[in-house]
């Protein structure tokens, strides 16, 4: 994974998601601050009012479209009315995204349960990873 020019905010979110919740799992990271061409890229930036505080785009699908192979973690800084709660629970989210997990409908303390308060990835979230990689 590549963070690249984050602000001091998400940069801080960024490794706090790292070390609590990929490294939690069987997935290994190797993390570069050289904006290099990478598996997973995140950045932040002003998008402007697109009603999206961060979103996951794949770039390249790894022989099916099941599985990306390459993409991109967007930060919208435009909302920067973020709390460091928020910045953690929204790169942990986009971040997941880039991992293959889907957002869920429960209410478990997970951040892919899209609550603002849920800070990191829950048990039933890391085995999904665990599965999947």
């Known amino acids: 994974m590549d963070q690249c020019n984050l602000t001091s905010k998400f940069h801080t979110?960024?490794?706090d998601n790292d070390t609590h919740?990929?490294?939690a799992t069987d997935?290994?990271?190797t993390l570069y601050h050289t904006c290099e061409t990478v598996d997973i890229y995140v950045?932040?930036?002003?998008y402007g009012d697109n009603g999206r505080a961060g979103w996951w785009e794949c770039h390249r699908w790894y022989m099916n479209v099941a599985d990306c192979d390459q993409g991109h973690v967007h930060i919208n800084t435009f909302y920067d009315?973020?709390?460091?709660?928020e910045a953690l629970s929204l790169m942990c989210?986009?971040?997941?995204h880039a991992f293959g997990l889907e957002h869920r409908t429960s209410t478990a303390p997970s951040?892919?349960?899209q609550q603002w308060d849920e800070l990191h990835?829950?048990?039933h979230d890391r085995g999904h990873l665990n599965d999947k990689y």
Do not use: K
């Open 21 to 23: 919740d990929i490294e």
């Open 121 to 123: 990835l829950d048990s």
């Open 111 to 113: 951040c892919m349960s």
């Open 27 to 29: 997935i290994g990271t």
């Open 43 to 46: 950045n932040d930036y002003n």
């Open 81 to 85: 009315s973020y709390t460091q709660n």
């Open 93 to 96: 989210e986009e971040v997941a």
């Open 13 to 15: 979110a960024f490794h």
